[in-house]
């Protein structure tokens, strides 16, 4: 479910969505789009909006897309990265 909610922001080249504005466009529901959306932040793929709860990807999340990435690297820096 990570991939398509990256592929998903991707697409939106920087624009912050909430995870119900995702929910209509993926085959997920809410809940389950936003706890995927918390977990991606905390391995600082993708960055929290600090006011409300959307999401935007950032280089690191386009660098897993590109597959420059491995999901050890993300489990090696998971809690260095932050994003609010």
């Not at 592929?7 to 912050?16: H, I, K, S, V």
């Not at 995870?19 to 977990?39: D, E, F, I, K, W």
């Not at 006011?51 to 820096?77: M, W």
């Amino acid at each position: 479910m990570d991939y398509p909610i990256l592929q998903f922001l991707a697409d939106l080249d920087g624009y912050w969505i909430k995870p119900a504005s995702m929910c209509l466009n993926l085959p997920y529901g809410r809940q389950a789009v936003a706890s995927h959306c918390a977990t991606l932040a905390e391995h600082g793929l993708v960055e929290r909006h600090e006011d409300v709860a959307a999401y935007r990807i950032v280089e690191k999340g386009r660098a897993y897309l590109r597959n420059e990435l491995s999901v050890e690297d993300l489990q090696e820096t998971s809690g260095e990265n932050n994003c609010k």
